[in-house]
């Protein structure tokens, strides 16, 4: 049986300057997704959705996505826009499926959008998957400028550039909450990679001392966690600014970009690409569309080879 942890939080401190924020756990990709909305319009987005990819069966499908519209449909929340933090590489993005879904419920299609260089990441992966440019090429709604402010209901938004993890990597401020993606992880796992083309821990470091500048009191919702029992068998979707000061396993104390740089290098280099990488990917740089099918009936994805020794 899928285990789904959905669970609600409300960071209200004064009347309707705060978000409530729904927070949902994919435990087979370890992916936080959030539905955050403003209590006194019932607006709100959905951020970062996983749709469910077997990849033993190559079987696509919907449950993560529709417990995030049942969470909607039960609180009577209608979704303005769907966010993306970046090009996700672990896992399958829903926002074209549930823009589908919503557009039909709600008489509205939500925007789904992302940060401005999502181009250059769909450029290099379309090249590398061979896939035409008609699949990707306005894709996304609305590409975010960096700073840029919007509204959810009369909740304000501010899009922050987190680049690290992948140069087009960005954030949400929220009131006194930051949604931050790959970037900062649990602080006893510390921070995201950064060997995906395009990555760098030099602005990944530099993206999260922009987050723990802010105030020690601001919750960071991140985008993934990978709890491992005994020491910690909960997910969990949020610590403060204060907590990574003090326990952030790469930040903590004020931790020199030296000495972040070598940890990061060195941590890089012993993990294995993820599972779902290729998926991701094709299916991501489309903002979540499915591949044209071909003549046959059939929607296709690639998968690289590697040839060992001589070639024919």
């Not at 709600?106 to 401005?116: A, L």
């Not at 009936?297 to 020794?309: A, N, V, W």
Request: proline share 5%; with cysteine; charged share 25%.
């Amino acid at each position: 049986m899928r285990a789904v942890n959905r669970a609600q939080y409300t960071t209200q401190t004064t009347v309707f300057k705060e978000p409530v924020v729904h927070s949902s756990f994919e435990d087979k990709t370890g992916t936080w997704q959030y539905v955050v909305a403003d209590p006194a319009t019932n607006r709100a987005v959905v951020i970062d959705p996983v749709l469910d990819y077997d990849a033993n069966t190559q079987t696509i499908s919907t449950q993560t996505a529709d417990d995030l519209l049942a969470t909607i449909s039960e609180n009577g929340y209608h979704i303005e826009k769907i966010l993306e933090t970046h090009a996700h590489a672990d896992h399958l993005t829903a926002a074209s499926y549930l823009q589908q879904r919503l557009s039909s419920q709600q008489g509205f299609r939500p925007p789904i959008c992302i940060g401005k260089r999502i181009r250059e990441v769909q450029a290099r992966f379309a090249a590398r998957y061979g896939i035409a440019a008609m699949e990707y090429e306005n894709a996304f709604d609305h590409l975010f400028e960096d700073d840029e402010v919007f509204e959810i209901g009369k909740l304000e938004v501010k899009v922050m550039h987190l680049p690290g993890h992948t140069p087009d990597h960005i954030g949400y401020r929220i009131g006194g909450n930051v949604f931050c993606g790959d970037s900062i992880f649990h602080a006893d796992i510390g921070t995201a990679r950064c060997d995906f083309p395009g990555g760098s821990a030099k602005s990944l470091y530099a993206s999260a001392r922009k987050l723990l500048e802010l105030p020690d009191d601001v919750k960071v919702w991140t985008g993934h966690d990978y709890p491992a029992c005994p020491e910690r068998c909960e997910a969990v979707p949020w610590m403060t600014v204060r907590d990574h000061k003090e326990k952030n396993k790469h930040l903590a104390n004020d931790a020199e970009e030296d000495d972040f740089l070598t940890l990061r290098k060195e941590r890089d280099a012993s993990l294995a690409a993820p599972k779902l990488l290729h998926p991701s990917l094709q299916i991501n740089i489309r903002a979540g569309r499915l591949p044209q099918p071909t003549s046959g009936d059939q929607r296709l994805m690639h998968l690289p080879i590697r040839i060992s020794g001589t070639t024919w």
